[in-house]
């Protein structure tokens, strides 16, 4: 009596479906690959997954607008944590102090030069 | 000659006496490496933790907007995880970049706020706004196509299920393991692969969708 080896059911795209999009880049087993190279549509899920996953790596580098107040709320839940009133000055009272500062300069200096100008006269 | 100070693996940092006269404390934060900083905030300097906030809570905003796909929740999740990292800098063991140990701890949070959000809200329609275009390219027209074909991305996985959602953009946009991943969501690495599949066939279906797909992907 001879014995016969069975022949491999061949692969159908859905057997495929998991495998490609596992890894796209993955050498195939060679029933696979025997299917992939005749069908068309299977390699054209195959190049979409690798331009898909080209495409999501080069998001982690796309820069997503911050409010800029984030980093400040973030330094004042560490300020809470360590039990320390806030340090920081938020932004727009440095801005006014910054002005205050400035306006302070400018009348010590005209201050100055007429004081200077009353004596040299 | 410069000091090499002894470090476990990727955290082997080089001081530069000229710069740094008094060893690592009291150099200019500005100047420092990542490396050099995690070691400093690790002995306790704050200074040097608001220093790598300052240069990492972007990059922390953006993966926890992209989870959360939430304005407001990314917030909370990002000062959450910075507050975690900061309680736990003694257990970083420097075994691995403080930037994925970081997107670990965001990627747990983002998993618990989401998890509540489930729980207590439904599912708001997302925000149109939230990414900022600062790449320049000379070709307009290519330009456009890759700005076209990053905001699809980006409303593609902003629609997929907050369970696929995350494993996808953890795996393929910011890299990070199979067994990180399951471990920071509470799943197992089968279960993360299985996931990642179907996350990256929606994907697929809805931003290359093969002819005969378009119908069933819009």
Redesign the interface.
């Known amino acids: 009596m001879r014995s016969e080896t069975p022949t491999p059911t061949p692969l159908t795209c859905v057997d495929l479906?998991?495998e490609l999009?596992?890894d796209p880049d993955a050498v195939l087993a060679a029933p696979a690959r025997v299917h992939v190279a005749e069908c068309l549509?299977c390699q054209?899920?195959m190049a979409?997954?690798r331009?898909?996953?080209r495409?999501?790596?080069?998001?982690?580098g796309?820069?997503?607008?911050?409010?800029p107040t984030?980093?400040h709320?973030?330094?004042l839940?560490?300020d809470a944590?360590?039990g320390r009133l806030s340090r920081r000055v938020p932004g727009y009272a440095a801005a006014t102090l910054g002005g205050l500062a400035a306006a302070a300069g400018v009348i010590v200096l005209a201050t100055r030069q007429r004081r200077g100008a009353r004596l040299a006269g | 000659m410069a000091d090499v100070t002894a470090a476990p693996r990727r955290l082997r940092i080089v001081t530069n006496p000229s710069r740094n006269p008094d060893g690592v404390h009291g150099s200019n934060l500005s100047d420092a490496t990542m490396d050099e900083l995690v070691l400093r905030a690790v002995a306790g300097e704050r200074e040097a933790f608001d220093e790598i906030v300052r240069r990492t809570h972007r990059d922390a905003f953006g993966l926890a907007l992209r989870l959360t796909s939430d304005e407001e929740d990314a917030r909370d999740v990002v000062q959450e995880a910075y507050l975690r990292a900061y309680r736990s800098l003694d257990r970083f063991r420097g075994d691995a970049q403080f930037g994925t140990w970081l997107y670990r701890i965001v990627a747990n949070c983002a998993s618990t706020a989401t998890g509540k959000r489930r729980r207590h809200r439904h599912e708001e329609l997302p925000d149109e706004s939230t990414f900022a275009e600062t790449r320049p390219d000379h070709d307009p027209s290519l330009h456009a196509d890759v700005v076209d074909l990053r905001d699809q991305l980006d409303g593609a996985i902003r629609d997929l299920p907050p369970r696929l959602r995350s494993v996808i953009v953890l795996r393929d946009v910011y890299d990070l393991p199979h067994d990180a991943i399951a471990e920071e969501l509470g799943i197992t690495v089968s279960a993360a692969k299985v996931r990642l599949h179907r996350a990256r066939r929606r994907l697929r279906e809805r931003v290359f969708p093969l002819p005969g797909e378009e119908l069933h992907a819009i």
Do not use: C, F, G, M
């Not at chain 1, 495409?55 to 982690?60: E, P």
């Not at chain 1, 796309?62 to 409010?67: C, E, G, N, S």
């Open positions: 479906l998991d999009a596992a549509r054209a899920e979409n997954y331009r898909l996953r495409s999501l790596r080069a998001l982690a796309t820069p997503v607008a911050v409010d984030l980093e709320d973030i330094q839940v560490l944590h360590d």
